[in-house]
Structures are given as C-alpha cells and as structure tokens.
C-alpha cells in the first residue's frame, strides 16, 4: 500500500495536527441526544497511514498501491535481525535478504549497513574501506555449528575405521595364487580400490541460503 495515493485532490505538503484535538472514542452520533457523529478528519488519516509507510520502509519495501500484502511482508523482515541465515525453498531471497554466493564476495559497507554493523569483517575484510564479505557456502556444503572462527571452511572428515580383512593361506598353482579360508596369515601388499569425490559432504536437498541485511 501507500498511504500518499488518493482518488483526487491530495494537495504537496501534509497536514497539521488538530490544536484543540476531541479526546476519547469514536460515535456515529445520537441526534435525540444532540451528539454528532465522530469526524475522523485529515490529520487521521494521515497519521494511521504514515504509521503504515514507516513499518513498510523500516521492512526494506519500497512503498506500492498495487501491493496490499505489503505490511505483512514488512513485519516478517523486521522480525528477523540483519545478519540471520536462512533456508529459502525459492530460486531467489525473498524481499529483505540476500542469496548467499557460492564464493567469497564483496559488498558495500554503506548500502548494507545494517548487516556490516552485525557481521562485521567476520566473513572478509572486503578492501578495508567501502567494502565488506558477506557470508557465502560452497555449492553442496552444509553449514555446521561453531562458537569460534565462524565464516570459516571446515572440509570435514571420516570418522577412524578399519577394514577386517579374512586369514588366508596361500597355495601355489600354475600362473596364479588360489586363496583359502583358515591356516597361516599370508601378507599381500596392495591398496583398496578408490571410491568417492574430492570431498566429504553431507546427502541432502538443496536449498538457497539466504542472509538478512
């Protein structure tokens, strides 16, 4: 919504509040009882519809007439403190945040000054003057908790583990060793075959990070 779009005759500058304002409750009269009805006038309607227009721009929304789910989106941005991550099930961040990039990137100190106060340098100290890191995850890592050093990489690991291998006896045949179970050890030296990627990383579905600014 925008409380500054009228059917006509909206005049430049806004106007003055009431000098001798009626306290009280709004009535819609009683002429038996000489009571007029209540006048709620222009000063109200400007006051209701300024308060709107704060909580819409506070929300980081730009005010829209063609919009009238504008104060509910407002109220959820609010609600959430600059610097917040979250899973976003869209292809792009909603109204208020910022997709978090796959690499380490850079943006303003001043246009995103809010998440500059919150975060900080902790994510990249940007080019020292203008410009900060914002908080970014490679393509199919997941995020881990910490209490230090957060905004950096873990590259994770395998648990320790052995792999139990059968005793064995070696018995000699033409062109090949024939391999038994039972008897003497018989040591062969080799590796296993390789299996994976370059990395460990968690299954799971993907989602699109998203921090508050």
């Known amino acids: 919504m925008d409380n500054r779009k009228w059917e006509a005759d909206a005049i430049a500058s806004p106007p003055s509040a009431p000098a001798s304002p009626s306290d009280g409750y709004p009535t819609n009269g009683n002429p038996l009882a000489a009571q007029n009805a209540t006048e709620p006038g222009e000063w109200w309607f400007h006051a209701v519809g300024e308060e709107l227009r704060a909580v819409i721009v506070e929300g980081g929304l730009t005010p829209n007439i063609s919009s009238l789910t504008q104060l509910r989106d407002a109220i959820k941005n609010i609600s959430a403190r600059p610097g917040e991550v979250i899973d976003f099930s869209g292809p792009s961040a909603?109204?208020?945040?910022?997709?978090?990039?796959?690499?380490?990137?850079?943006?303003?100190?001043?246009?995103?000054?809010?998440?500059?106060?919150?975060?900080?340098?902790?994510?990249?100290?940007?080019?020292?003057?203008?410009?900060?890191?914002?908080?970014?995850?490679?393509?199919?890592?997941?995020?881990?908790?910490?209490?230090?050093?957060?905004?950096?990489?873990?590259?994770?690991?395998?648990?320790?583990?052995?792999?139990?291998?059968?005793?064995?006896?070696?018995?000699?045949?033409?062109?090949?060793?024939?391999?038994?179970?039972?008897?003497?050890?018989?040591?062969?030296?080799?590796?296993?075959?390789?299996t994976g990627g370059a990395s460990n990383r968690a299954a799971g579905v993907r989602v699109l990070k998203c921090v508050k600014y």
């Open 94 to 194: 909603p109204a208020g945040y910022l997709a978090c990039p796959l690499s380490a990137t850079n943006i303003s100190r001043t246009t995103y000054a809010a998440l500059f106060a919150a975060i900080g340098t902790q994510w990249g100290v940007g080019d020292g003057a203008t410009t900060f890191g914002m908080p970014w995850y490679p393509a199919d890592y997941a995020s881990v908790q910490a209490n230090a050093n957060v905004g950096t990489n873990h590259v994770g690991e395998v648990i320790a583990h052995t792999h139990p291998q059968n005793a064995n006896t070696a018995i000699a045949q033409a062109g090949a060793y024939t391999l038994q179970t039972g008897g003497s050890n018989w040591t062969y030296g080799g590796t296993t075959q390789s």
